[in-house]
Nanobody, 114 residues
Framework: QVQLVESGGGLVQAGGSLRLTCAAY????????IAWYRQAPGKQRELVAT???????TYADSAKDRFTNYRDNIQNTVYLQMNNLRPEETAVYYC????????WGQGTQVSISS
């Protein structure tokens, strides 16, 4: 069993930055990849970024050039650095096992004011 715990959310102004952390209690390297999703009220869950065990990354088009996904395999932690945040990116952000999506964190709220 692996538990995923997100942290790092908060309230920032548009154009600000946040770094989200996905800490795994257990060996995160058993997963092929870790994904970051977000869900705003009344909207569908959206895939933001993924990072494989080896560190290869993918990003949603909206996140490219502003978000950076990286990991520390020794610390069993994945990070999502988010820069130049936009109000429409206000959502609860989750990390999950990918692609099976069998393990999820509880989410962390990110709010961006205009």
């Amino acid at each position: 069993q692996v538990q995923l715990v997100e942290s790092g959310g908060g309230l920032v102004q548009a154009g600000g930055s946040l770094r989200l952390t996905c800490a795994a209690y257990g060996n995160i390297n058993i997963f092929v990849a870790i994904a970051w999703y977000r869900q705003a009220p009344g909207k569908q869950r959206e895939l933001v970024a993924t990072i494989t065990r080896g560190g290869s990354t993918t990003y949603a088009d909206s996140a490219k050039d502003r978000f950076t996904n990286y990991r520390d395999n020794i610390q069993n932690t994945v990070y999502l650095q988010m820069n130049n945040l936009r109000p429409e990116e206000t959502a609860v952000y989750y990390c999950s096992e990918y692609p099976k999506l069998g393990y999820w964190g509880q989410g962390t709220q990110v709010s961006i004011s205009s």
